[in-house]
């Protein structure tokens, strides 16, 4: 072969690869996070968790909603192999129910356009936590963040403790 035509091999490489990283930037990319914290000062400190939303896309993402999920029911293998027949997708998310924020009275800002290099955090306190806690088999926890496009970006389970708040305070 002629130098030519390994230089044409080349720049038809490269540009395949130039284009699949175009076609990659140009599609708007989140991540939700789930993690421990706390909410106030002093005496005032209230503990639960942050949903934390991330954009590191070059493009504004639109939210339109946050949702925690929280299990209701183990699932079986069988359930799981139904559940990817019967609706075409990954069962991640079967045995899991969905519950608004806004079922708690809790404010998420959505619709909310998060712009690129922005984030966003939503504190859950604890008593609210504790109320989901009662429907649900284990205090596993999930967080769900939807787009206006609907597409769903889910966190990783986080295990919740349970937190005892203590009455008394301790002098020195």
Not at 148 to 157: C, D, G, I, P, T
Request: aromatic residues 12%.
């Amino acid at each position: 072969m002629k130098p030519t035509e390994y230089l044409a091999i080349y720049a038809a490489f490269l540009s395949t690869i130039i284009f699949i990283w175009n076609i990659r930037r140009s599609i708007p990319k989140f991540t939700v996070d789930i993690m421990f914290g706390g909410h106030g000062e002093g005496d005032e400190l209230d503990h639960g968790i942050y949903v934390g939303i991330r954009n590191p896309s070059p493009h504004t993402v639109h939210l339109s909603g946050i949702d925690l999920l929280y299990r209701y029911k183990e699932t079986r293998l069988i359930d799981k192999i139904l559940y990817l027949f019967k609706y075409r997708r990954l069962p991640r998310t079967e045995g899991w129910v969905h519950t608004g924020l806004s079922n708690y009275s809790l404010k998420d800002e959505c619709p909310l356009a998060l712009e690129s290099g922005k984030s966003h955090n939503v504190f859950v306190p604890n008593d609210i936590l504790e109320k989901i806690f009662d429907d649900s088999i284990d205090r596993y926890l999930m967080a769900r963040v939807q787009d206006q496009l609907w597409r769903n970006k889910y966190s990783k389970k986080l295990l919740y403790p349970k937190i005892e708040v203590a009455t008394k305070r301790i002098s020195r």
